[in-house]
């Protein structure tokens, strides 16, 4: 059975998941390594994105907000009609 560790000042662990290892950062599970050496090659790679800002950060779900509706335009039709011209009726 393999070891984990923890890297800095405990914003990174590498702990035992089966016979791999899973990095988490601030609780948070960033990927399943097979072995310590790539674990640790991976902490040190995500470490720079963090520095340089270039890691994505996720947004809260604004899902079943009522703000999340979208105002109606004069413009829009308030039926589904593809893009097209509704059709004409015949008399």
């Known amino acids: 059975m393999k070891e984990g ?5 405990g914003n990174y ?6 016979n791999q ?14 072995t310590e050496q790539s674990a640790r ?9 963090i520095k340089a800002a270039t890691v994505p950060v996720k947004k809260p779900s604004t899902k ?3 703000n999340n509706k979208k105002p109606l335009n004069s413009k829009s039709p308030t039926k589904k009609t593809n893009g097209r011209p509704p059709k004409r009726k015949t008399v």
């Not at 560790?5 to 000042?9: A, L, R, S, T, Y």
């Not at 662990?13 to 089966?18: L, N, R």
Request: proline share 3%; glycine share 10%.
């Open 13 to 18: 662990a590498a702990i035992p998941f089966g």
């Open 41 to 49: 090659n991976f902490i040190d790679a995500h470490k720079k994105q």
């Open 21 to 34: 290892l899973m990095v988490i950062y601030n609780g948070e599970q960033l990927k399943v390594c097979r």
């Open 64 to 66: 079943g907000s009522a």
């Open 5 to 9: 560790f923890i890297v800095g000042k």
